[in-house]
């Protein structure tokens, strides 16, 4: 996920992500965007015999060779409006020119506030929404540190690693929550300054419910980081509020035994709850995880909560693996969702 680091000259951003890759073992490569054009960026373009091709810059050749690495995009505040514009493709597709990095090369920017910066620019807003937004402000002992040790060996990553199931149960709760605040789901700022941070729109809320997967739901810290610096503060905060007080259970407990829930409860939560069980199930890609999904959905639907129980039916029943009979009992109770979705075959 490509990441904005935040902070006053001086603070030790390019010593971070050298130190990054060093770590590693791999390249970095710095691209100061104050004294590049957008051709240094997007390529050029070279007439040959299969018609004219956007030679890439020798930067991202070099990237390219090495398999992974680091890019480092400098002093982005410092960048004019067109060679924003070429960084567009290369911040979230990875696509320079006619050429495509690994995904395995690492996309950091670091940036001073538009006022700090030497002839600033304020990020156009499509290049702002397509990172997360961190402030970054080293302690004196962390510096201190790295005066003394060295700077190539960063803290190891808290980052856990995502299945498909933790993914999918970051989406339920992203779902969960924009189902009650529909309204955050886009909201364009109404200045430039905020245009040029983080700020909710459905990419960013799709690369908040992936980035959430490898965040352990104790590590408070970087869960408030990632909301806030990919949809701001207000829907950040907002959100982070709403998944401590939902208490979402784990979608595969909740197969195994829907009474854990209480289905009376709030409407909201039932809503993340069920998202969560047909993500699970639908993510296990299977006949048998797909029929037990409907456990849930009925247990729902015959407790208190028929109206979001037969919406998350609508969901499920158009995932249907091939082969696979709803159960007798989905008829009775979801009787025009099945006969709409054409689900009429019964186990």
Not at 12 to 26: C, D, N, P, T
Not at 304 to 314: I, K, L, M, Q
């Amino acid at each position: 996920m490509p990441v904005l680091l935040l902070s006053d000259p001086g603070m030790g951003k390019s010593s971070l992500v050298r130190g990054l890759a060093s770590a590693e073992g791999l390249p970095c490569e710095t691209v100061l965007g104050s004294i590049r054009e957008p051709a240094d960026i997007a390529g050029l373009p070279v007439v040959g015999e299969a018609g004219v091709v956007m030679s890439p810059p020798a930067w991202a050749r070099r990237l390219v060779e090495a398999g992974a690495g680091y890019l480092f995009l400098d002093e982005l505040t410092t960048c004019p409006p067109a060679v924003q514009a070429a960084l567009l493709s290369v911040a979230l597709d990875r696509t320079v020119g006619d050429l495509v990095l690994s995904g395995e090369v690492r996309v950091v920017a670091g940036a001073n506030p538009p006022d700090r910066a030497a002839d600033g620019w304020e990020l156009s807003p499509p290049l702002a929404n397509r990172f997360c937004h961190l402030a970054y402000d080293p302690s004196p002992q962390s510096w201190a540190e790295g005066m003394t040790a060295g700077w190539s060996a960063p803290p190891a990553s808290r980052a856990v690693a995502a299945d498909k199931l933790r993914r999918q149960a970051s989406v339920a709760a992203v779902v969960g929550f924009l189902n009650v605040r529909p309204d955050l789901l886009h909201v364009f700022p109404r200045d430039a300054v905020a245009t040029g941070g983080a700020w909710p729109s459905r990419r960013t809320w799709d690369m908040l419910a992936r980035a959430l997967a490898h965040v352990r739901e104790d590590d408070a810290a970087a869960r408030e980081a990632l909301a806030v610096g990919l949809v701001g503060e207000g829907a950040g905060v907002e959100f982070l509020t709403w998944c401590r007080a939902a208490d979402l259970p784990v979608p595969a407990e909740v197969v195994a035994d829907p009474s854990i829930v209480d289905w009376s409860g709030r409407p909201d939560r039932t809503w993340a709850i069920l998202t969560g069980v047909v993500g699970h199930c639908v993510a296990l890609g299977t006949v048998e995880g797909w029929g037990k999904a409907w456990g849930p959905l009925l247990h729902a639907a015959e407790h208190g909560a028929a109206d979001v129980a037969a919406a998350a039916a609508r969901t499920l029943g158009k995932s249907r693996p091939a082969k696979a009979k709803v159960p007798a009992r989905v008829g009775k109770v979801f009787g025009p969702i099945v006969a709409a979705a054409g689900l009429g075959d019964a186990a």
